[in-house]
């Protein structure tokens, strides 16, 4: 069990280092490359933009469940519930942004490592529910 706390722990520590670098990169970066987008935000760059979000929230919330489990706050089993499985798969999994060269190169650098931690907390989630016993359920 130990090696898999570690590996939830480092897991845990990059995604909060990483909704960190995406809030400072939308906050301040982003304005003072490209300021005319704060007064008329690119659609494109703004769906991106959530997509990274969408990735980072949905890894994160899954990462503190399996810290609740570890603490003994809440069972396996409850913590693999469908409820609280990753989501957003359609959304999350979709890579057709990641090679486009309109985007600036420090949000494709976000979409493409969030897409890499989407995947293999996607892969960890299957490694857990395997343990329980559950299976995912093909939509």
Not at 65 to 76: C, F, M, N, T
């Amino acid at each position: 069990m130990g090696s898999q706390t570690a590996i939830f722990t480092r897991t845990y520590d990059e995604t909060l280092d990483m909704i960190v670098e995406a809030r400072n990169y939308m906050t301040h970066v982003e304005p003072r490359i490209f300021p005319k987008r704060r007064s008329n935000p690119d659609l494109r760059f703004s769906c991106e933009a959530l997509r990274v979000t969408s990735r980072l929230t949905q890894v994160m919330a899954w990462l503190m469940l399996q810290r609740a489990v570890v603490y003994g706050e809440i069972s396996p089993e409850e913590a693999c519930r469908e409820c609280n499985r990753l989501s957003g798969r359609e959304v999350c999994l979709d890579t057709d942004s990641m090679t486009d060269d309109s985007l600036p190169a420090g949000l494709r650098s976000l979409l493409d490592r969030s897409y890499h931690l989407y995947q293999r907390v996607s892969r960890l989630e299957e490694m857990v529910l395997g343990r329980v016993g559950l299976a995912r359920a093909v939509n």
